[in-house]
């Protein structure tokens, strides 16, 4: 499957985004599907997970209560609403599927990436 990541960009400090992932294939809704972000000159971390219905939801600690995470099936897309965003928010964001049924937070556990789109906030 290919994933496509979209809306990024620049935001001042308490601003919000909302990022849109959209996959190539109609069996979207077997993935469980995360979010990721790496910034510069660290390692990729965990944001978010959302199970295959859509039903179940974990979130790293450092953005729970700003990110919401979601997904429709009927679009093959997935989202993640980020509100309050905060400087530390800044760097680029990657979507990604996983084949297996547990909501994983490790990278390699997932077998498709997109491209990444960049989040920037201003303090």
């Known amino acids: 499957v290919q994933l496509q990541a979209s809306g990024g960009g620049l935001v001042q400090a308490g601003g919000s985004l909302r990022l849109s992932c959209a996959a190539s294939?109609?069996?979207?809704?077997?993935?469980?599907m995360g979010w990721f972000r790496q910034a510069p000159g660290k390692e990729r971390e965990f944001v978010a997970v959302i199970s295959r219905s859509g039903d179940t939801t974990n979130y790293a600690d450092s953005v729970k209560g700003r990110f919401t995470i979601s997904r429709d099936n009927g679009k093959n897309t997935v989202y993640l609403q980020m509100n309050n965003l905060k400087p530390e928010d800044t760097a680029v964001y990657y979507c990604?599927?996983?084949?297996?049924?547990?909501?994983?937070?490790?990278?390699?556990?997932?077998?498709?990436w997109g491209q990444g789109t960049q989040v920037t906030v201003s303090s």
């Open positions: 294939e109609g069996t979207f809704s077997s993935y469980v």
């Open positions: 990604a599927a996983d084949l297996n049924w547990e909501l994983s937070k490790i990278p390699r556990a997932y077998d498709y």
